[in-house]
């Protein structure tokens, strides 16, 4: 599919799909508005045509209907069920939140009867973070690749055997079913939404409107590796100082950031920073620096076209070789054949070889 091509139910007709998103008491008021936001931008971001004739109709559906209160105080009108029955006879796609009042929408019968009959004709069905609970409960997801909330994971595959719940993945895309780890990864996957409906030059877009961070494809870790070194540090030293540091290093990966670099940033002597550093955080500070580029590097791979030696100085390697060889410790080939796959892979000419972006934030 080209960058500009619709999908091809979006380029046979110009109506209006509705998209229903699923909420309850005590859900996390993100995880339904953030897509929410993302389907609404379009009109005003793109302008024509879609201006004219916006491409999604937005509801906001709960069990029972009325006023439904997110965990942060604010409240929502919501449509019942029944009422949606009566005004929407297909719903394009169907987007269930997350939130601590999850577990009532698991144990609500009637709601996961709902689930079960209109997800028959529903060309899409999502979750997000812990709305995967309900989608398993109705036994949408027997046999599906799922993905959930990191914290979540291991429960959900527990309590649902028949499930194939994925640790680690912004999200997944599993035929007509999408689900995603949740909060701020809700807003990657209706982008992700979005691209395959109207290309990806209008995801792109949105995500320059949102000023989200950078466009995350799916098989971005949950954690990246910044964030996880960060997370790291703070478990083992009340120093955030350390946790700071990261964000510094992934602000300056084409500078010097040898170890008296960083040293130097900290306040300590090298060998004194080195010990602390491996302490805190279980690697050295090389090491930390070759995943933070090594992450940098396979994006810009996969997103750009920019030339693979351009690309080595942008990520702080120097030298197309040093990434090259980084590429192959790490990922098993070469910067130019992740990039082939990548593309391979986004055109479905073929199939990933497996590469485990994960691993970098391990």
């Not at 229903?20 to 995880?31: I, T, W, Y």
């Not at 006023?67 to 394009?92: F, H, K």
């Not at 590097?297 to 996969?302: E, Q």
Request: net charge neutral; with cysteine; aromatic share 6%.
């Amino acid at each position: 599919m080209s960058l500009h091509a619709k999908h091809p139910s979006f380029a046979a007709t110009a109506d209006t799909r509705t998209v229903v998103v699923l909420a309850f008491d005590d859900l996390l008021l993100l995880n339904a508005a953030g897509p929410l936001e993302v389907f609404a931008a379009i009109a005003r971001v793109l302008g024509e045509p879609y201006s004219a004739s916006p491409p999604y109709r937005l509801l906001i559906a709960s069990p029972r209907g009325g006023q439904v209160m997110s965990i942060s105080g604010i409240s929502v009108t919501t449509c019942s069920l029944e009422q949606i029955d009566d005004i929407v006879p297909l719903i394009d796609t169907l987007i269930v939140a997350g939130g601590p009042g999850m577990a009532a929408l698991e144990a609500d019968e009637e709601a996961c009867a709902w689930l079960r009959r209109r997800s028959v004709d529903i060309r899409r069905l999502c979750s997000i973070g812990t709305g995967a609970f309900a989608l398993a409960a109705a036994g949408l997801l027997d046999g599906r690749q799922v993905v959930t909330h990191w914290k979540f994971a291991a429960e959900l595959q527990a309590r649902y055997p028949a499930v194939h719940c994925h640790t680690d993945a912004l999200y997944l895309h599993d035929g007509n079913l999408w689900t995603c780890g949740g909060a701020t990864a809700g807003i990657d996957l209706a982008l992700g939404l979005v691209e395959q409906d109207l290309g990806a030059h209008t995801a792109l877009a949105l995500a320059r409107y949102f000023t989200v961070f950078m466009w995350r494809d799916a098989e971005q870790p949950q954690l990246s590796a910044s964030l996880n070194a960060q997370s790291k540090a703070l478990r083992t030293d009340p120093d955030v100082r350390l946790a700071r540091l990261h964000g510094w290093i992934a602000a300056n990966l084409n500078g010097d950031l040898r170890v008296e670099r960083l040293a130097e940033q900290f306040g300590m002597s090298p060998r004194h920073f080195a010990r602390a550093y491996v302490a805190a955080t279980g690697e050295t500070p090389a090491q930390a620096v070759e995943n933070l580029r090594l992450e940098t590097a396979t994006r810009l791979l996969k997103t750009t076209s920019e030339p693979i030696k351009r690309i080595a100085e942008t990520a702080g390697f120097g030298r197309e070789e040093r990434m090259r060889r980084a590429f192959q410790k790490h990922l098993g080939t070469s910067p130019h054949g992740y990039r082939n796959e990548m593309k391979a892979a986004a055109s479905g000419a073929g199939q990933p070889l497996g590469i485990a972006l994960a691993g970098l934030a391990q």
